[in-house]
């Protein structure tokens, strides 16, 4: 017979049954304390003195209205009567153009409702931010004044000069009565001073006064010519007429006056100075002015040279590029100064390095290509320091035939009087970084 004994309830903490847990005895000392009430009250932070005098309440200020004061409670019906009949001065009602293509007007809808066209709604309102801007600088009233008819034309072609700039040029527009086409061109001319740094003459005029800056653009359009002539000499007459600093008008008088040196005498010194330049990524898109030149290879020798096109030019309203015969190869050039009066005869020559240069290289000749500008129509040896295109033989120091550049001295001790061209310019391909500008012990 089985007989079945009933185990003993385990004292253990993990039973489930509630009657059957033996809570453990206390071993160490504990001391049970009165319960206190917790309160949950925060107790603010001392304030700060200067925070406590700040007002963080700003009542609601609307924008001030750009219209004046008189325009202000008009309808869109009555600002477009004042635009219809030109109620006022034209800075005046300015403002009322943009106001109403703020609420939903187009230009278009502006121009067959007031008849004021779309390229003058601009000029007005474009010219308006100016004559606000001349008014913040101060301008004398009488200045002002000048522009109360008629004078958005004018005020328009300062617009993207500083503020100190329009105010200056105000002053000149109103003195020499200039129309709109001679605003822009004082405009442009102010504008392009900056960029001319290093071309001839540009160390004498004062970039502070606007006709010094006009003065220079007659003075260097006057050395576009390649020789005396009229348009020369009308072009630093106007130079003189504009200078105002002693050491710009000394310039111009002395070229006025044949104290400077001959055409053959400057181009003789250039050629000397074969500057070396690294073109900058999208120099050419910001040039004011380019130069288009036939390319040739160096391994061509001179037959490439002397079948490249001699004449190229741009043509008729559009600029349009023209060569007196086709050509496979251009390339297009910022008009640096070396090549200012390259009219006839320029070439490009592309060498896979710099060793075809005449001159120590040896830190970056094997980096990159170079293009060498050459000047065909000046193929006589005359210096011992300038620098001539001529044909590599491929018995000299390189073992290589093709095209090479040469001291003048070392082509007179050969005996060699006539060359392919002069060497105007060393040019370098874009790079990111700048570091690895050439010593003056390297290209001396």
Not at 52 to 67: A, C, D, E
Not at 116 to 133: G, K, P, T, Y
């Amino acid at each position: 017979m089985l007989s079945l004994n009933t185990p003993k309830p385990f004292s253990t903490p993990f039973l489930s049954h509630p009657a059957q847990v033996q809570p453990p005895p206390l071993r160490h000392n504990f001391i049970p304390r009165r319960h206190q009430p917790i309160s949950a009250a925060i107790t603010p932070s001392r304030p700060n003195p200067s925070q406590s005098k700040l007002n963080l309440y700003q009542p609601f200020r609307p924008p001030v209205s750009p219209l004046p004061p008189k325009f202000r409670n008009l309808n869109t019906d009555g600002q477009l009567e004042i635009l219809t009949n030109r109620l006022g001065l034209w800075f005046e009602f300015a403002p009322l153009i943009s106001t109403l293509i703020r609420e939903g007007f187009t230009s278009t809808l502006l121009e067959e409702i007031t008849g004021i066209s779309a390229i003058e709604q601009n000029r007005i309102v474009v010219a308006a931010q100016v004559h606000d801007s001349l008014i913040q600088s101060n301008l004398d009233p009488d200045i002002l004044s000048f522009f109360e008819n008629g004078g958005a034309e004018l005020l328009y072609e300062i617009r993207l000069l500083s503020q100190r700039e329009r105010a200056e040029s105000a002053k000149f527009v109103v003195q020499n009565k200039l129309d709109g086409e001679g605003a822009q061109e004082l405009a442009r001319s102010i504008k392009d001073f900056p960029r001319r740094r290093g071309d001839k003459g540009w160390e004498c005029f004062d970039y502070n006064i606007p006709s010094e800056c006009l003065s220079f653009t007659y003075y260097r359009q006057a050395h576009e010519y390649s020789g005396p002539s009229e348009e020369r000499n009308a072009a630093l007459k106007k130079a003189l007429d504009l200078a105002v600093t002693e050491k710009a008008r000394k310039l111009i008088e002395d070229d006025l006056e044949g104290k400077s040196k001959t055409e053959k005498e400057t181009q003789i010194e250039e050629a000397v100075k074969v500057p070396v330049v690294r073109m900058k990524t999208g120099e050419i898109a910001e040039a004011t002015s380019v130069i288009v030149l036939p390319v040739c290879k160096s391994e061509e020798k001179d037959k490439e040279v002397k079948e490249a096109p001699w004449e190229c030019g741009t043509k008729g309203e559009f600029g349009i590029v023209e060569a007196e015969k086709e050509w496979k190869r251009w390339v297009v050039l910022p008009g640096w100064l070396p090549l200012v009066g390259l009219k006839r005869g320029g070439v490009a020559i592309t060498f896979p390095d710099a060793r075809a240069l005449p001159w120590k290289a040896n830190r970056w000749y094997k980096e990159e290509a170079i293009i060498v500008v050459v000047d065909r129509a000046r193929k006589e040896v005359e210096t011992d320091n300038g620098f001539y295109l001529v044909v590599r033989d491929g018995n000299g120091g390189a073992g290589v035939g093709g095209l090479k550049v040469e001291r003048g001295s070392a082509l007179k001790e050969l005996g060699i009087e006539e060359s392919l061209g002069t060497v105007l310019l060393v040019i370098r391909p874009p790079r990111e970084d700048d570091d690895d500008q050439l010593d003056d012990e390297e290209w001396e």
